[in-house]
């Protein structure tokens, strides 16, 4: 399983209709609106790297008003 954080920029206005198209994709957990140099962090889970880079490229990039994207997987780590 791959989690990542999703930092999306969207243009002016579109924050909205971002958010409530996020709602409708299974893959993303939780999402938030921001301050900062972002508007919106969504959490996302994927079976894979594969399915994690269509997700982004297709269901969250391809979002009318998303601007761009930073994609931060998540490792855990452990203690030894």
Known sequence: MVDAYVLINVKPG???????????????????????PYDIIALVSCLDFHILGELILEKIQGLEGVEKTLTCPVFRLEET
């Not at 579109?14 to 900062?36: C, M, N, Q, S």
Request: charged letters at 35%; a neutral charge; glycine letters at 4%.
């Open 14 to 36: 579109h924050a909205y209709d971002v958010l409530h198209a996020l709602e409708k994709i299974k893959e993303i957990k939780r999402y938030d609106a921001v301050t900062g």
